[in-house]
């Protein structure tokens, strides 16, 4: 069992408790881990509120990570309630449904900027205000997913959001590496998500990957978050810049 007794996460992405980013959150506060929380906006807050309480969040603050001045302001309460932290955990992503359910060809300009802005700049902005605040040997790691290097029916602009979202975590793994904190990606299978569910098809996805997959099952948000707890930990002090699959090994297969 990996103890983090003494470290601190900051955790971005909590919708409900089927969240991957729950899933994380609660393997880490499993490891000792003392966490903070952010939500998108007032609509989410009544969620991820009484989230936080139940992990005993030291604190629970609004960023809507298109804004640079929400990014900020999480970093000045960081400051205020923390000073320095450990871990940033970074399980977000966004398009308009309507880009999740034509042709990709059919892509408008601002749903593209939008899933683009929101799924992988958001990783660079909270990296350049964040990572200063992040102790030598810090960690972050951000969600990716199989439609960023192969075709998956439906997942359209979101498939380039997350290969723009995995080259980032590259480029973003030599400028923080310069301060001893290492970046990685975990690229999870599909799971019953509320951000997974406006993506069209996802039942016959799932039982495809029950179907297919050398473990023959899908994964859990448990699964993933034993993953981040590793990758987050000094257990992985030897990996940054990677992608590490966690989809019951289906990402291996050829037709």
């Not at 990783?123 to 200063?132: G, H, Q």
């Not at 970046?183 to 569910?197: D, E, F, H, Q, V």
């Not at 859990?220 to 019951?248: C, P, Q, R």
């Amino acid at each position: 069992m990996i103890d983090l007794k003494g470290k601190k996460a900051l955790i971005f992405g909590i919708a409900n408790k089927r969240s991957i980013a729950y899933g994380i959150a609660a393997q880490l506060k499993k490891a000792n881990c003392e966490l903070a929380f952010t939500y998108a906006g007032e609509a989410l807050k009544k969620r991820v509120v009484p989230i936080s309480e139940e992990l005993e969040g030291k604190f629970c603050i609004q960023c809507d990570v298109s804004k640079d001045e929400d990014i900020k302001a999480v970093a000045d309460k960081v400051k205020e309630e923390w000073g320095n932290f450990d871990y940033l955990v970074h399980s977000v992503a966004y398009a308009p449904q309507e880009e999740l359910k034509d042709k990709f060809i059919n892509t408008t300009r601002e749903g593209f900027k939008t899933a683009l802005d929101i799924s992988a700049y958001s990783l660079v902005a909270l990296s350049r205000e964040l990572s200063p605040l992040m102790n030598e040997g810090g960690s972050i790691i951000t969600m990716t997913y199989h439609g960023s290097t192969k075709v998956i029916q439906n997942y359209n602009v979101m498939g380039v959001a997350k290969a723009a979202l995995e080259c980032s975590v590259r480029y973003l793994a030599v400028n923080l590496g310069e301060r001893g904190i290492r970046i990685n990606a975990i690229s999870a299978g599909p799971i019953k998500t509320l951000a997974a569910a406006g993506v069209a098809g996802l039942r016959a996805l799932l039982k495809l990957i029950e179907e297919r997959s050398p473990l023959h099952k899908n994964v859990t948000i448990e699964d993933v978050g034993n993953t981040a707890v590793f990758l987050l930990s000094d257990m992985a002090k030897g990996i940054t810049g990677e992608v590490v699959y966690v989809d019951s090994g289906f990402n291996i297969l050829g037709m």
